[in-house]
Nanobody
Framework: GQLVESGGGLAQPGGSLRLSCAAS????????IGWFRQAPGKERELVSC????????YYADSVKGRFTISRDNAKNTVSLQMNSLKPEDTAVYYC?????????WGQGTQVTVSS
């Protein structure tokens, strides 16, 4: 399986970006899909995830109410809509898929929030 992120870039504080994670070789509807981020000098952290089958979601407190995760089974993608962006959201964002012992990571996409 392979995951490819896209949609990162530069945004102003208060702006929006939409990240997409395109999967190949696996079906996202059978995997728990998570978005992680890692800022310079910090550990990688879980931002949001969506469970397989039952569409349960999780958001870190720092993004709750601003970010929305969604899955499109027909396109085999998982997206992260990021609104009201803050400078502290600046990081490399990674897509992750997990089902039992099978895990996959994307290569990451840079998100920079700055005026």
């Amino acid at each position: 399986g392979q995951l490819v992120e896209s949609g990162g870039g530069l945004a102003q504080p208060g702006g929006s970006l939409r990240l997409s994670c395109a999967a190949s070789g696996i079906s996202v509807d059978y995997y728990a899909i998570g978005w992680f981020r890692q800022a310079p000098g910090k550990e990688r952290e879980l931002v949001s995830c969506i469970s397989s089958s039952y569409v349960g979601t999780y958001y870190a407190d720092s993004v709750k109410g601003r970010f929305t995760i969604s899955r499109d089974n027909a396109k085999n993608t998982v997206s992260l809509q990021m609104n009201s962006l803050k400078p502290e959201d600046t990081a490399v964002y990674y897509c992750h898929a997990r089902k039992f012992a099978n895990t996959y990571w994307g290569q990451g996409t840079q998100v920079t929030v700055s005026s």
